[in-house]
């Protein structure tokens, strides 16, 4: 069984752009959640998708957006980036009907903005 | 946001050593989660937990899902040079299948 597989595996953009990550989740499951890594904050939720559907939201800005496609691959894109967001941004695949939970991430995007 | 407290942040241990680390929090959690995520990769899932007081093991490593349902411990026996990494914990509440809340990490240095 395939895994969770992130696009790109590197960024860099510059302040000001936007951009768009793209998640495939492991064949099957519904449910897409994204997470931003940074050395100071840690691992933080930055929502959840199942179904085509926003399920849950963490505290992030509005710049932050995501959306899922009928094949349950996801995109999230941060629109006018700034150089605090430059982080590794992390999916999450997971049934998103069966507990119990178990979840399975992706080896992540590395974005730096300068 | 909400983070869960792990403890030790750090290690540094001789190979053959056993390694003991949890995390608490002041909430309630369903599920208890232990990963580990080596440099440039994402984390990747050792043990799940999801009754109080589960004890599972996963080889050389043992989870607990605590008794107050508010902490999990991780053990590793025989440490060996591949433990090295970042140890999270992550638990989930209930109602929030995809809504994970972590702990900031034990990273772990193993001396051969």
């Known amino acids: 069984k395939a895994g969770v597989t992130q696009t790109p595996r590197y960024l860099i953009k510059t302040r000001g752009q936007q951009v768009t990550l793209s998640c495939s989740p492991i064949s099957g499951h519904r449910s897409v959640s994204w997470y931003q890594q940074t050395p100071g904050q840690g691992l933080q939720f930055l929502f959840e998708y199942f179904s085509e559907t926003q399920r849950n939201k963490g505290n992030f800005p509005g710049r932050f957006s995501g959306r899922q496609f009928s094949n349950s691959r996801s995109e999230m894109n941060v629109s006018t980036l700034e150089l605090g967001d430059s982080a590794l941004y992390l999916c999450a695949s997971s049934s998103g009907t069966l507990t119990p939970l178990q979840a399975f991430f992706g080896q992540g995007t590395r974005l730096t903005v300068v | 946001g909400q983070q869960l407290n792990q403890s030790p942040q750090s290690m540094f241990i001789q190979e053959g050593e056993d390694v003991s680390m949890n995390c608490t929090s002041s909430?309630?959690?369903?599920?208890w989660l232990w990963y580990k995520q080596e440099p440039g990769e994402g984390p990747v899932l050792l043990i799940a937990l999801y009754k109080a007081g589960e004890l599972t093991s996963n080889g050389r490593l043992t989870a607990q899902f605590g008794i107050t349902r508010k902490d999990s411990f991780l053990n590793i026996s025989a440490s060996i040079p591949s433990d090295v990494g970042i140890y999270f914990c992550a638990g989930q509440k209930g109602g929030s299948q995809g809504n994970l809340i972590f702990g900031k990490g034990t990273k772990l240095s193993v001396k051969p």
């Open positions: 909430s309630i959690f369903n599920t």
